[in-house]
Each structure stands twice: as structure tokens, then as C-alpha cells.
């Protein structure tokens, strides 16, 4: 099993521009999970879905969209990117939503807006 | 204010030394509490869980102690290997998943 990967490891972005980090997992969990990591705070929730075509928002959801129409992809769209934007960006999935399930994470994506 | 704290922010200790994290947290009430090591350019990976009836649970040279009462976690690092550099960051579940921000552990030979 490849476990959670995701494209790009990194990319560069101009103020504005638009792209799509993708995620999938061969694992076949329910839960997927998009979060960002900035120095010196926690890990914060973007967006999550508890399975095939159902997301909802997390903490930090404002200037991303998410999809979810298999249950192996769930892709994070940067509408109009914006230097606040710049972040390491990970995906996540486990069995189920609630906090027994163990998540396991990709190996993020780093992304940096000029 | 983040409701779970960790300190140090940063640690350098010598191979072969033990060292310990501490994890305080103010969430209310806890299904259970997570390590997770991150190293760098990768994801977490979990290390321990413990749930609120536990106080402690071991994987191999780490063992994670829970004071429910206290709200206070720590990992224990025994024995301390090249490879254990990295982050350890604490995760608390209540409903959702409260994120610490990270103990950045350097092992030096």
C-alpha cells in the first residue's frame, strides 16, 4: 500500500494564480482531512469529509475548496492564492471520524505565494 | 491561545541521553491524547494514544504518561538515537483534533 501520497512536494505560486494539490489513498478510509502547518503553531483543520460526496469546513477554511467524488481523492483548490497561503499543506485520512481512528498523514505539500 | 502547550519548543541532547516533553492541555473533556513524531520534510506519525482511564503506554523507547487530573502528558525518550530527531508534537481529541505546536528534538552524536 502506497498510504496517503500527494502532489506536489512543492510549488510556487504568484499572488492570484489558481492550482489544485492533490491527495489520495489506497487505504480505503472513509475520513480525509486537509490541514495546514505554519512555524510555531498546531496543525489547523482547512476542510474534511466523512466519506464520497460530503465536506465540510474546519478551522481555517476561507480560500479553499475541496471535492470529494471517490472515496480514494480529495483535492484542495486554491481559488485566488495569497501570500498568507504560504504553508505546508497536509492531507490526512483514517478508517473513521471519530478520535479512536488513528490519521495518517501524507508527506505534505510546500507551498510558497509570491 | 492554543489550548494545548508544549514545552520545550526546542531541545539538543547527546546521544544516548533520555530527555522528556511535556504537553499541557486545557481541552474539556478528552476522548484521548496522541505523540506523534514528525520528521522533517515528512508527515506525523502517531506514537502513542492514551484515553482518559490511562496513564501510561510504551512503543519501544518511548513512553507517554497522561495526568487526566492534572491535564498534563510528557514522552519519555530513553536512550536517545540519531534518528529521533525530530518534531514530537501532542494531539488532543475532543470531538475534534487540538493540535499542539511541536517539540523540536536535535540528537547530537
Known amino acids: 500500500n502506497a498510504g496517503v501520497t500527494q502532489t506536489p512536494k512543492f510549488q510556487v505560486l504568484k499572488t492570484g494564480q489558481s492550482m489544485t494539490l492533490q491527495c489520495a489513498q489506497d487505504?480505503?478510509?472513509?475520513?480525509m482531512s486537509w490541514y495546514r502547518q505554519d512555524p510555531g503553531m498546531g496543525l489547523r483543520l482547512i476542510h474534511y469529509?466523512?466519506?464520497?460526496?460530503?465536506?465540510d469546513q474546519g478551522e481555517v477554511p476561507n480560500g479553499y475548496n475541496v471535492s470529494r467524488s471517490t472515496t480514494e481523492d480529495f483535492p484542495l483548490r486554491l481559488l485566488s492564492a495569497a501570500p498568507s497561503q504560504t504553508s505546508v499543506y497536509f492531507c490526512?485520512?483514517?478508517?473513521?471520524?471519530?478520535?479512536?481512528?488513528?490519521?495518517?498523514f501524507g508527506p505534505g505539500t510546500r507551498l510558497t505565494v509570491l | 491561545k492554543n489550548q494545548v502547550e508544549q514545552s520545550p519548543q526546542s531541545l539538543i541532547i547527546l546521544e544516548g541521553k533520555n530527555c522528556t516533553l511535556q504537553?499541557?492541555?486545557?481541552?474539556?473533556?478528552?476522548?484521548?491524547l496522541r505523540w506523534y513524531k514528525q520528521d522533517t520534510g515528512r508527515g506525523p506519525v502517531s506514537l502513542t494514544i492514551?484515553?482518559?482511564?490511562?496513564n501510561t503506554k510504551s512503543n519501544g523507547r518511548y513512553t507517554a504518561t497522561l495526568d487526566a487530573d492534572t491535564k498534563q502528558s510528557s514522552l519519555h525518550i530513553t536512550a536517545s538515537q540519531l534518528s529521533d530527531s525530530a518534531s514530537y508534537i501532542c494531539?488532543?481529541?475532543?470531538?475534534?483534533?487540538?493540535f499542539g505546536a511541536g517539540t523540536r528534538l536535535t540528537v547530537k552524536p
Open positions: 490526512a485520512s483514517s478508517y473513521g471520524a471519530g478520535a479512536s481512528n488513528e490519521q495518517f
Open positions: 487505504m480505503n478510509h472513509e475520513y
Open positions: 469529509s466523512v466519506g464520497a460526496g460530503i465536506t
Open positions: 504537553c499541557n492541555y486545557t481541552v474539556s473533556p478528552f476522548s484521548n
Open positions: 492514551m484515553t482518559f482511564s490511562e
Open positions: 494531539v488532543v481529541s475532543a470531538g475534534d483534533m487540538r
